[in-house]
Nanobody, 124 residues
Framework: QVQLIESGGGLVQPGDSLKLSCVGS????????MGWFREALGKEREFVAT????????YYANSVKGRFIISRDNAKNTVYLQMSSLEPADTATYYC?????????????????WGQGTQVTVSS
């Protein structure tokens, strides 16, 4: 059974940093792109960041470019999202997913498996 488990969410103040982790099991993820998406209350799931199978290529949503960094450790079947300069607009449930492709992917339709999500709340 394939599982993705996110962790690291929480309540932080504007300007703070947070690091999310997503650990996979039940499958080898090293050959596939991974991504982070988020859902704010009442909104559709939106793309945040993606990384290719090797970790060499990354792609970000404009809203997080320069503030978030995606990385992966294939030996640990883990993908990370380092978030800095957090803003209230970043408040959402964050989901990690694994794609059916090896290259970077920003369309959630290209993702096969999803985690259960971790809540990030940015508020003063």
């Amino acid at each position: 059974q394939v599982q993705l488990i996110e962790s690291g969410g929480g309540l932080v103040q504007p300007g703070d940093s947070l690091k999310l982790s997503c650990v996979g099991s039940g499958r080898t993820f090293s050959g596939y792109a991974m991504g982070w998406f988020r859902e704010a209350l009442g909104k559709e799931r939106e793309f945040v960041a993606t990384i290719d199978w090797s970790g060499d290529a990354r792609y970000y949503a404009n809203s997080v470019k320069g503030r978030f960094i995606i990385s992966r450790d294939n030996a640990k079947n883990t993908v990370y999202l380092q978030m800095s300069s957090l803003e209230p607009a970043d408040t959402a449930t964050y989901y990690c997913g694994t794609s059916r492709f090896g290259s970077v992917r920003s369309d959630p339709k290209d993702y096969v498996y999803w985690g259960q999500g971790t809540q990030v709340t940015v508020s003063s």
